[in-house]
């Protein structure tokens, strides 16, 4: 037995190596805020990639966070567009913008040939979203979308129990969890300015629920949304202590719920919170004619479990519950960025593939638009 798990280990080995480029991959980071010092930290990591360049619109950011990292050897730009204009030869492109940013520095490196890690959420709105699929589809090249929380094993769990048949059909799916107060201004206004941010809670934090529910069900299609948005929070003075201006320059949603229809007749029952006078709206649940799960609450969707999930069922005519043991945790950042890097490596698939974050779009984009319109509305994804 030994010697059969050796020579698979070695078959697996090998079966690497044979398929890298076999060079050390460069990589520009754009925009070198907060989410850019996780991706340099694991690029660092890695002796099959170098960090070539880097970019931001405020003069000095980039340069100061070379010294910071010691990547002084990058060369140093102002703007996306400097930088894929200046380097073309670049493998790979991390973009850490904030959301308003993220379509144009997409299309930019993707039209320039270049691979792209585009952080969540995947834009603000749908058009956006499809006019980057678009410049993927034209360039050929791969674009992998930043959700690390796809990297847990328990959160594969949740894929797999569901994708087993073990609950039967699914019907109704509840997202659960949300900040009691956690208005994300840590270092400054990027994420609540209408301006940067575009969208709140419900883009930041609401895509990776989303991500985690609509991901166990194959992400289906959604029909119509009936959408909320509020921002009681995000606009009172008194939120921020010591920063009373903030709240006139909190243009997004600090809390968003929304009704969506699925293809194949499922229903999502949807919230989420940067603030609110709770402690969490309650636990996601995944309702199935055989049997149902329930995911603990808090911050789960960003795979940091703390409780197991439960499912219930029918037995022999008897109500029985049983907890799913949680697994141990991998690094998720490190994770994300090796499945990007191994991808340019070996010509393989991005691992968050935007054909199913198009989707979690789209009913962001219902949300906030239904939102606005006070009523329902049918939701269509353009052809790419
Ligand atoms: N995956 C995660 O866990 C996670 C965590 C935090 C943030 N994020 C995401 O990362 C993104 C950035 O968040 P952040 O907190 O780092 O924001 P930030 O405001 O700290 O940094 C963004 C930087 O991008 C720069 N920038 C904007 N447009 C640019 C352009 N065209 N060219 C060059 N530089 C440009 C800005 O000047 C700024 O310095 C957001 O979309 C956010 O949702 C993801």
């Not at 090998?14 to 990589?27: A, N, Q, V, Y």
């Not at 969540?120 to 929380?149: C, N, W, Y």
Request: charged share 25%.
């Amino acid at each position: 037995m030994a010697n059969a798990a050796g020579l698979d280990a070695f078959k697996e080995i090998h079966e690497t190596e044979t398929k890298t480029t076999g060079r050390k991959l460069k990589i520009g980071i754009i925009g070198t805020g907060w989410i850019a010092e996780c991706h340099a930290e694991n690029y660092l990591k890695m002796d099959d990639v170098e960090i070539v360049a880097l970019a931001d619109l405020i003069p000095g950011k980039a340069a100061a966070f070379a010294e910071r990292f010691g990547i002084t050897g990058a060369r140093i730009y102002e703007s996306d567009e400097a930088m894929i204009a200046a380097e073309p030869d670049l493998d790979g492109v991390s973009i850490c913008t904030y959301n308003c940013q993220h379509a144009p520095c997409a299309i930019h490196a993707l039209d320039a040939g270049i691979n792209v890690m585009l952080e969540k959420p995947f834009t603000v709105t749908l058009d956006e979203a499809i006019e980057v699929m678009r410049a993927e589809k034209r360039s050929g090249k791969i674009l992998t979308i930043g959700f690390q929380p796809r990297m847990s094993a328990n959160m594969q769990m949740i894929k797999k129990i569901v994708q087993s048949g073990e609950l039967g059909k699914v019907y109704y799916i509840q997202s659960g969890g949300g900040r009691r107060r956690g208005i994300p201004t840590p270092f400054g206004t990027s994420f609540i300015e209408k301006g940067t941010g575009g969208i709140g809670a419900v883009g930041d934090i609401g895509t990776y629920s989303l991500d985690m529910l609509l991901g166990a069900v194959g992400y289906p299609k959604p029909l119509t949304v009936t959408g909320y948005t509020s921002s009681y929070f995000g606009k009172d003075p008194n939120y921020y202590p010591g920063h009373p201006d903030y709240a006139e320059k909190f243009g997004v949603d600090d809390f968003a719920a929304g009704f969506i229809r699925l293809e194949g007749d499922i229903i999502l029952d949807f919230r989420i919170s940067w603030a609110m006078n709770m402690d969490t709206p309650g636990d996601a649940i995944i309702l199935g004619t055989r049997g149902g799960l329930r995911i603990p609450s808090t911050d789960c969707w960003n795979g940091e479990f703390d409780e197991p999930l439960t499912i219930y069922k029918t037995v022999c005519g008897e109500e029985i519950e049983y907890k799913v043991p949680l697994k141990p945790t991998k690094d998720l950042f490190y994770e994300k960025i090796r499945s990007f890097v191994d991808a340019i490596q070996q010509g393989g698939k991005p691992s968050v593939p935007s054909s199913e974050i198009v989707i979690n779009q789209a009913i962001i984009d219902g949300i906030v638009r239904s939102a606005a319109a006070g009523h329902e509305i049918a939701i269509e994804i353009p052809e790419v």
